[in-house]
Every structure is written in structure tokens, then in C-alpha cells.
């Protein structure tokens, strides 16, 4: 039985999203029956069968914002996917980014790649996938393509190996779809401000069928007036919803209340829970079109990067009572969607990975009761730079020379050759200001952090696995943890420090013993573990290592 139509759908939203991922695909009586419960005690889900067989689906979640504290944290509310993957899968907290700018576009280049983002060419989303060269299908938003990505990714190793191997890539943001997947020309989208995926002419001309048909039905609209309020009795919140320092202050206590106009709703459904059931039912849609996992012979790839929770945690923080709810609520959606998956595919054929690109510290005027920053505070780094170009013009070199993107950025080096300047002269002022400076740990140049000692100095090891030594930026500065910049309104994330590197690092499937890990990994250790399982070879040197999933 195949359900398409959608008028039932707007008696409630959790029925919304039970049926728009569950009914419409496949066969729906079978599917459910099939579908195992999730459930803290379910027994392994290839308990039973001899000899796990190898994946059909190897399925790639990356949760936008998801420090590994949220695992816990919420462990008691959650009763879906997350509680499913956290309690059934091999689960290291201890997971990083050992980078430093901790941000969307390195942390998915990051994550199938198994290398470094000074080696993937994306060092931060400002130096990331944006382009004028690669037109959006279907929306006037600003191109992207992979164009500054270097090197290949799991999905490449998996394709040289089968040439017939199938991959699709969803988000919300185009960075989250396209940097996992790396250079492919594949199935790769993501959502667009007017309501619609969309991908751009560096992947194809036109949009695919199945993908207009997605578009048409204009989900999106099914959320117009309607209020966002807590899943579950206030008593089940730790957070007080009364704090003005979320959402500058603005619509910052439930509900949070949809408007109706189209354009409206297009553009703020991406600020809402309801935003990542959006991508899980557009991923799920292209798993059926696409047939993937669908064939005893081959593996493929579904990658799916869930961004509803970086977009609530930047409005409201992380010590919101929204961002539990948002937890609370991708949780059930993404139960909802992995019972999907295993009823069309069967969970014994799917092996999933989980992780976060980064994670995030809370507002400086907060004094929160899960982060230790009580000595935060905001930075205001105008005078290093008013110092920095006061002696570049002293010493005859256009202040447009350089910019204040990812540290001190040289952008006209010929400027500084013909003024007979070394920039890094100009860069050791600007680092010697900011040392100056309350809620600064260090500035450094870049040429001084290459001899540091990487295995003790992690805050050097994360930059020079972050920008190389010779390239436009000649230096960086590195706040105390949980510091601010002067200036940013919102929460937010992107420093060196273990609150925004550290990030669950999860593999659930056929054979891998259930449980805690302990110690560390890294992000870039993923790729290479996944290659190990599917018994394939990573088509070049990686930053990563296998890790051994028994315990
Ligand atoms: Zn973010």
C-alpha cells in the first residue's frame, strides 16, 4: 500500500512527521511489522543472524552543534534514535575535532574524508563551498560547489572499488551536504531559502524528477501558523524559559509561533525543530528513488547532516529550554526515520556512523549550569588591528592588504613586496596586541606554532591541523574557553577548546559490540574505521587511524 496524500497529515504535527516518514514508502503493512522497536533494551539488531554480512547502506548522520555532553545530558527524555545509537551503538564522548576553527564547513570536510581540514583545503565556512561559478537549481541563493576541496573521500574509495555504488548527500546547509561526499558528482542537496532542495550546476543541469515531485508537495507550508511548544509536561525541563539573552531578546519564551506568509515560512522553518524532519523525510524520499541499499550487491551511501539543532542552539543557546526541546524532538524524528530505513532495508544491512561537526559554548553573561564559564568574557580585538594598520601604513602597504578572516589574513601579498614589507613583521604587532588583552589565552604567527611541540601543545597541534604554515594567514589568536568576541549577539562556537571540539564519535551496526568506549577519538578516525568494515582501501594518506570497535 502506497499513502501519498498528505491531507490527513495536518491533523497534528507529530503525525506529520510519523507519517511523512514512515507511510509513504515502500510497502507500508510489511514495513511495520518489520520495523524494530526502538528501545533501550532491543537486543543486537543482528542478533540471531549467522555471520553479518557485508552492509548494503552504510548511513552518515552528522548532527549540526551536537557536543557529546548532549548525550547525557537529556539521556533520561530521550526514548528514539539518539537513545537508540547512544544505548545500542560503540560510543566514544571522548570524540574531537583536533582542529581549531570549530565550525559546519571543516568539520563536515572532516568527517569521510579522514583528514585534517589543512589538508581538505576548508578551513572555515567563510573559505568554504560558496561561489557565483555554481548556480543554485530552483533558487537564487548563493552557488556552491565543492571547488576549494582537495583530495577524496570514503565515498570515492567506495566507488573505486564498485564503480556502481550509489550516494546521496542531504542538509539543510550546502556546506553540510556537499563537503562529506568531497568532489563527487552525485546526488548531493540541500535547502534553499524559497522552500525547495535544490543542488547546483556543478552537479547537474536540471533537478531530477523524484526531487521537483519532493518540492511540489511544499511541506514546509504544512507549518505555517502553527506555534512550536515543549514535546513533553514542563516538569520534564531542567531550564527556565525566561531568559532575554536568548534570541536578542526577541520571541525568546514558548510557543514560538509560525507565521503564515509563504516566504516567511520558507525562510523561518529553517530555525525550527520541524526544519530537520523536513530533511530526514527529502533523505528518506531520495533512499527509495535512488534504490539505495537496496542491492545484495553493492554498498551505498546515504549521508544526511541534521542542522536544525546549530540553528536553535546559535538563537537560544545551549542552556535553552529549546534547544532540550529541539534535542527531544530530532530524537523522535529520528526514530521515526531509522525505523525507515530498516523496514525498507533491514537493519542488519545498514551500518551508521554519527557525529557533530562542532559544539557550542554558551553566552559569556550566562553563568550556566552545565559549562564551567564563569569566567568568560567578551574580546574586543579593534585596537590590535587599529595598531596593525596604523604600521602598515607607516611602512607604505594598503590596509586592503589584509583581512580579519580565520586570524590575520593576507590578501595582497604583491602589496606588501612592493612596499619591501615582510607581512609576518606586520602580523607580530597584531599578535603582540592582542597578547595584551583580558579573555585572550595567545596569539601566535603561524611560523612560530610550526615549532611547537604539537604532542603537549594541543592549542598549536589544532591550528596546524587547521592552516598551513605557508599559506595567506600568517597569524592566529586564540581566546580563554568559552570567550566571545566583542559584537556577536547570538550564541556561537569555533575556538580550539573542548567545549566546541568535542563531539560523539558513534558506530552502530552488524557486529559491533554495543558501549561506552573509553579514551579518545577523533572525527578523522571515522572515514578510516568505516573503510576497515567494508573491508575497502582510502585512495590516499590520511590524518586518521582504524579504531578498534570492541571494546
Ligand atoms: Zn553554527
Redesign the pocket.
Known sequence: MRTRSLGPLRASLSSVLALTLVLPFGTGCRAQAAAPRPSATASRPDAGRAGAAKPTLVLFLTI??FGSDYFERYGGNFSGGLRRLRDEGALWMRGRHDHAIA??APGHASTMSGRFPVHTGIASNSQGVNTNEAPLLGSTDVGASPFRFLGTTLFDWMRAVDPATRALSVSRKDRGAILPIGRAKTDVYWYASNGVFTTSTYYREALPAWVSAFNARQLPLLFAGKSWTPLLPDDRYAEPDSNPLEASGRDYVFPHRMALGRDTVFRDIRDTPWMDSLTLAFALEGLRHLELGASAARTDLLAVSLSAT?AV??KYGPDSKEIHDQLLRLDRYLGAFLDSVFALRGASNVLIALTAD?GVAPYPELRSPYYRNHDAQRVDARNAWRTAFAAMRAAGVDTAAVENDDGFRVRDAEAFRRAGVDPDAIAGIWVRELRRLNGVLRADLLRDLARADTVHDAIARRWLHMLPVDGPVRAVVTPEPFAYWQGVTYA??GLPHDHDTQVPVLFWGPGIPAGRRAGDARVVDMAPTLAARLGITPLERLDGRVLPLAP
Do not use: F, P, R
Request: proline residues 0%; glycine residues 10%; charged residues 30%.
Open positions: 549540526d552543534q565550525e559546519t546549530d542552539g546559535h562542532h556561537t562556537h
